[in-house]
């Protein structure tokens, strides 16, 4: 199965620090976020690894082709951002009619993608996307989530002020390949997941619950947050790939 890793977004809530850098390269400890998520997949057997850019693309490809993991890659450049859901239909071709595993690189994770597959072989027959959950201590800025007894999604609340819930949508998901025909049918490049997709699919998204760690890296204040209680960030050496990089960043 292909992995579709997003990491395009501007990251306008962590200026200034994607002023220089892009949000993907965010460094949690000793190494940029977007390097947990290589690790994480390629140990895991995904060897086949799409990642779109856009913001700062120069940096990102630099880092993506001087790292370890550079043989499983594939750049997927973005002049202008295509929604979640633009991006997805545009790797069609390259998915070739079978399933995507997607996931937004902006997140921090140490969550398992073999075991979010497995669970996606479990779903009821009707559903077409699996999305992983997490309990977040921030539900108003997250996309809270309600199921029924069979673990499927039957409404959403899209960052609301007072949400019914701490069960969050994790921005992880298997795809299965119809979804692309849905895509397609909208008749336009540009498309919103979150409110084009999501809402169309109600009642056919399983869900995968997540009880490790998961955390938005979307202000500065989680960022700072991530640096102390993200359970690898201690581990090993700095990553030298990602030391060059910073070196050659806009000053």
Known sequence: MKVLLLAAGVGTRL??????????????????????????????GFDEIIV???????????????SPWSRHLTILHEEVLLGTGGTLLGVRDR???GRVLMAHADNLTD?????????????PPEAAITMMT????????CGIVELDDRAVVTAFHEKTADPPGNLANAAVYVIEPEVFDFLDS?????IDFSTEVLPHYLGRIFTYHWDGYHR??????SWAEAQLDFPAASRGAPDPVWNEILSLRPR
Request: proline share 9%.
């Open 111 to 123: 969550f398992s993608p073999s075991a979010l597959v497995a669970t996606h072989e479990t779903r």
């Open 15 to 44: 200026r200034p620090l994607t002023d220089h850098l892009p949000k993907c390269l965010a460094p949690i400890s000793r190494q940029p976020l977007l390097a947990y998520w290589l690790e994480r997949f390629v140990a895991e």
């Open 52 to 66: 779109n850019t856009h913001h700062h693309a120069e940096l990102v490809r630099r880092y993506l082709e001087a």
């Open 216 to 221: 938005d890296i979307g202000t500065l204040q």
């Open 134 to 141: 997490f309990r977040t201590d921030d539900p108003q800025s």
């Open 186 to 190: 909208r008749g336009s490049p540009r």
């Open 95 to 97: 998915i070739a009619g």
